[in-house]
């Protein structure tokens, strides 16, 4: 009896332990964001899977870490648990130690246009959209360092402005005139900056907060697209097959751009008279797909503010003024495809 009674004894300590962990894991950053998908996102069209992508930005944390840094949060205390905190989050915090830091920084200026956050020399027209044509690729590689979302529970819980300054030095252990607090500076002014005409942008540092804004410019019906890799940069490159986004119709996006700072941020705006194509890239000489691209084709209005590049392209008001690629790790947002009977 009992040995009956030790047995069972340490079944329950197995079973409760094991419970533990399958709720642990349940309460996951990515586990939370699959959840508030599956809550907010109404696709008409079932077959599209999940954000892959976006899942694949999600916090690292587990649950019990998510926990313990968003109380950390809260009571203005992450400061002392620095190292801990960049580690398990997966975030940027030594920039000053990256020789390339400053090549980085020029990057994410120069990417900036009023249409789209394009390089610039990188427009083509949309006619070479065709399958066959062979044109130029620009370089299209993610540049910036490698880093994760914060949960919201404790994104939402940082200072984020630039009158706070001074408190995200301190949680972020910046030095006063480095390389990180004019990364800080700088990225902390462009989200600030004043809206285009018709314009609507926010900064997003949570991947729920990218999906909240997205729904508020178009509705819950949506799907988020990237370029797949920088395959093909900086080479001639083959159009494979084409697919134009809502059936080639010209439409409403939201783009959203990586921005230095220590935790993955996008700067996501909403962008009116766009078509969107899914496009196959193909090697030149091998013709075999290395890559999947989304490109953007934008309107040319007679309110734009197009630069030199895009006024060779450009042909008129109300018509296509020019085409670019998505760079690597940058997303559009656009209304789903709806099913057709």
């Not at 690292?60 to 649950?63: E, F, K, T, V």
């Not at 819980?157 to 995200?168: A, D, I």
């Not at 005139?177 to 004019?182: A, D, G, Y």
């Given at each position: 009896m009992?040995?009956?009674?030790?047995?069972?004894?340490?079944?329950?300590?197995?079973?409760?332990?094991?419970?533990?962990?399958a709720g642990e894991s349940l309460c996951t950053p990515k586990s939370n964001l699959i959840r508030y998908w599956n809550k907010e996102v109404r696709n008409n069209n079932h077959a599209i899977a999940k954000p892959t992508f976006l899942l694949s930005k999600a916090s690292?944390?587990?649950?019990v870490d998510s926990a313990r840094?968003?109380?950390l949060a809260a009571e203005n205390a992450l400061s002392s648990q620095f190292l801990a905190f960049c580690a398990s989050a997966n975030l940027f915090c030594f920039p000053d130690s990256s020789p390339n830091l400053e090549e980085l920084i020029a990057h994410t200026g120069a990417v900036a246009d009023a249409s789209g956050w394009v390089q610039s020399g990188i427009f083509f027209r949309e006619s070479m959209l065709k399958k066959g044509k062979v044109l130029p690729m620009p370089d299209i590689k993610d540049k910036m360092p490698k880093r994760s979302f914060l949960p919201r529970s404790i994104s939402s819980?940082?200072?984020?402005?630039?009158?706070?300054?001074?408190?995200?030095k301190k949680i972020f252990h910046v030095d006063d005139?480095?390389?990180?607090?004019?990364m800080i500076v700088k990225s902390l002014n462009e989200c600030e900056s004043a809206p285009s005409p018709g314009e609507t942008k926010r900064c997003v540092g949570s991947a729920e907060d990218m999906i909240d804004f997205a729904i508020s410019v178009l509705g819950r019906n949506i799907v988020v697209r990237s370029t797949e890799n920088f395959k093909g940069s900086k080479q001639n490159i083959m159009i494979g097959s084409v697919e134009g986004i809502n059936g080639g119709k010209v439409t409403q996006i939201v783009s959203c751009h990586q921005t230095m700072f220590p935790y993955l941020l996008y700067h996501c705006h909403s962008v009116p008279k766009v078509r969107v194509y899914e496009v196959d890239?193909?090697?030149?000489?091998?013709?075999?797909?290395?890559?999947?691209?989304?490109a953007s084709c934008h309107m040319h209005t007679s309110d734009s503010n197009p630069n030199q590049a895009e006024l060779t392209i450009a042909s008129g008001p109300g018509q296509i003024k020019a085409c670019h690629w998505v760079v690597e790790n940058h997303l559009i947002w656009t209304v789903a495809d709806l099913l057709t009977s």
């Open positions: 009992a040995l009956l009674l030790l047995v069972l004894f340490f079944s329950s300590l197995t079973v409760g332990s094991a419970s533990a962990s690292p944390l587990s649950a840094f968003s109380e819980k940082l200072p984020f402005s630039t009158t706070k300054v001074s408190e995200l005139n480095s390389t990180m607090e004019t890239i193909l090697d030149l000489n091998s013709k075999a797909k290395i890559n999947h691209g989304v």
